[in-house]
């Protein structure tokens, strides 16, 4: 129930873990096409990771079969890579990724268009990086949790778009999910009082209908339940007395 405040030798690990995911996911951008499997994009993690001496983090996690999850379209999270699975032009996709690295960990999520996507597309996006950069923004010593999950819900349904409930951030270090819980809603002025030493996972989700999400008859792939589209953005940001550094920034 405690948040664990990490020492600045632990940070600077969880900063390599964090380059190493960083660079992974950039990897994967690049690499994101009509025609290209999820399948053939684990794969690229994996390699890419264990080549840095790292360990893919969610492989294993509760069953979880592969090292990337990779979401697309009406997809919220936890898309299983398939090699039945291609990219179309159109299609966005989340790619979520995460590592340990001498026992501590990192965690992030992207979400690209493949070739050319529709303006709502584009939007939905484009307002989701900017909520996860207002979240981050209230990282900071002397801030309240709340005011996190407040800056990021005001911003997304602002622009007309919808937070989901189901799935939260959360803290992180030598385990993957510390806590507390961050939901992507919520009160400002409200839950712990931030400090130097804490590490967050912060990851809006969001939809362009409904918050609403199910999750489909493979128990992981979660959807948005009218079928919108959906994005996801992650970073892991530690709370300095200078205020938030993202660890997962290349
Ligand atoms: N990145 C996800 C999170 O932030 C974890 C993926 S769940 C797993 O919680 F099972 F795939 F590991
Ligand atoms: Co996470």
Not at 15 to 35: C, Q, Y
Not at 36 to 63: M, W
Not at 134 to 152: M, N, T
């Amino acid at each position: 129930m405690a948040i664990i405040i990490k020492t600045s030798e632990e940070v600077a690990l969880m900063r390599e873990a964090g380059r190493i995911v960083a660079e992974t996911l950039a990897l994967l951008t690049s690499k994101v096409k009509p025609g290209v499997t999820t399948a053939e994009l684990d794969t690229l993690a994996y390699d890419h990771c264990i080549r840095q001496g790292a360990i893919p983090s969610f492989k294993g996690y509760n069953g979880y079969p592969a090292s990337l999850c990779a979401s697309i379209n009406d997809e919220v999270v936890h898309g299983i890579p398939s090699p039945n699975r291609k990219l179309h032009e159109g299609d966005i996709i989340s790619l979520d990724f995460g590592v340990i690295y001498q026992g501590l960990q990192g965690d992030a999520a992207v979400t690209v268009g493949v070739g050319k996507i529709t303006p709502t597309a584009a939007k939905l996006i484009r307002v989701t990086e900017e909520a996860l950069c207002k979240g981050i923004e209230q990282a900071r010593p002397r801030k309240r949790l709340g005011d996190i999950s407040s800056a990021i819900q005001t911003y997304v349904e602002s622009l007309g778009f919808s937070v989901v409930r189901q799935y939260v951030g959360h803290g992180i270090g030598r385990s993957m999910h510390e806590d507390p819980q961050i939901p992507n809603f919520g009160s400002p002025n409200r839950g712990p009082v931030l400090q130097p030493g804490m590490v967050l996972a912060l990851e809006p989700m969001v939809n362009v209908g409904t918050f609403r999400t199910r999750v489909k008859e493979d128990k992981w792939t979660v959807v948005t339940e009218d079928g919108s589209l959906s994005a996801h953005f992650e970073h892991t940001v530690a709370i300095t007395s200078d205020g938030p550094e993202i660890l997962t920034k290349v």
